[in-house]
């Protein structure tokens, strides 16, 4: 449709390994998405930490790039960046939004705000001209709906970034077993404010598997097989150190 809002999904964390239900999200994501008539996704972006977030079993930043790069490989639309990855520091998650929308999106609106700046618009190229009716797409920012609550955990998110993220952004939050996402959004002003840019996704097949059961599962010498990409059998052992 021609009004349709070009969507750009991006998901941060440690992918430690990336799992099925990593890829799932954003197939979910998508479908919710595309339902609403509003939005159009054109690009799914993975984003690892970089190996100074320090978590305990963090397999190298360079073997889960390389796991997150083979999962992709059959898909038309999803793609790793390695940006938040190969930074020397921790990089917060508001910052990783912006770096991607600078990136993607930021010359687009530097454009079209010169046009609706433009007193010379009778001279504008033909080009120009249709881009002045293009809608720009947005960045959101997708998630489990359990990092609605970790809002609320004292120091762990700075107030500015959450109002950064719900309300330049948006979140696309799916759905899991024991959490209330409504709950969450009900208990904090800010994410009430913005309720209206958060989108809750919910999960008809519940499919729990977690990074954390698999290198537990690789540790017992358990298969992994079907839980994770087939593709992963060439670096997964990389995660059982």
Same mark, same amino acid.
């Given at each position: 449709?021609? /009004?349709?809002?070009?969507?750009?999904? &991006?998901?941060?964390?440690?992918?430690?390994?990336?799992?099925?239900?990593?890829?799932?999200?954003?197939?979910?994501?998508?479908?919710?998405?595309? !339902?609403?008539?509003?939005? *159009? +996704?054109?690009?799914?972006?993975?984003?690892?930490?970089?190996?100074? @977030?320090?978590?305990?079993?963090?397999?190298? $930043?360079?073997? *889960?790039?390389?796991?997150? !790069?083979? $999962? +992709?490989?059959?898909s038309d639309w999803l793609r790793v960046d390695p940006w938040e990855s190969e930074q020397e520091t921790w990089t917060e998650t508001v910052k990783v939004l *912006? @770096?991607?929308?600078?990136?993607?999106?930021?010359?687009?609106?530097?454009?079209?705000?010169?046009?609706?700046?433009?007193?010379?618009?009778?001279?504008?190229? $033909?080009?120009? &001209?249709?881009?002045?009716?293009?809608?720009?797409? !947005? &960045?959101?920012?997708?998630c489990g709906a359990d990092i609605l609550k970790t809002f609320k955990t004292p120091n762990l998110w700075k107030e500015e970034h959450i109002k950064e993220i719900v309300e330049k952004f948006g979140l696309v939050c799916i759905s *899991?077993?024991?959490?209330?996402?409504?709950?969450?959004?009900?208990?904090?002003?800010? &994410?009430?404010?913005?309720?209206?840019?958060?989108?809750? +996704?919910?999960?008809?097949? !519940?499919?729990?598997?977690?990074? =954390?059961?698999?290198?537990?599962?690789?540790?017992?010498?358990?298969?992994?097989? @079907?839980?994770?990409?087939?593709?992963? /059998?060439? =670096? +997964?052992?990389?995660?059982?150190?």
């Open positions: 449709m021609k /009004n349709q809002i070009p969507l750009i999904l &991006l998901a941060c964390g440690s992918f430690n390994p990336i799992t099925n239900m990593h890829m799932r999200l954003f197939e979910l994501a998508r479908d919710h998405l595309h !339902q609403t008539g509003r939005y *159009r +996704v054109i690009k799914g972006i993975i984003s690892p930490v970089s190996d100074s @977030y320090r978590k305990k079993g963090l397999a190298s $930043a360079k073997h *889960r790039i390389a796991m997150a !790069q083979l $999962a +992709v490989e059959t *912006r @770096y991607h929308y600078n990136e993607s999106l930021g010359p687009l609106d530097f454009r079209k705000g010169l046009m609706r700046n433009n007193s010379r618009v009778q001279r504008a190229t $033909a080009d120009s &001209l249709s881009l002045q009716h293009t809608v720009l797409p !947005q &960045l959101k920012l997708l *899991r077993a024991g959490c209330d996402p409504m709950q969450y959004i009900n208990e904090l002003e800010l &994410l009430r404010r913005f309720e209206h840019n958060i989108h809750l +996704v919910r999960e008809w097949i !519940q499919n729990e598997i977690s990074a =954390t059961q698999i290198r537990l599962a690789l540790c017992k010498g358990l298969s992994v097989k @079907y839980l994770i990409p087939d593709s992963h /059998n060439v =670096t +997964v052992s990389t995660l059982k150190d």
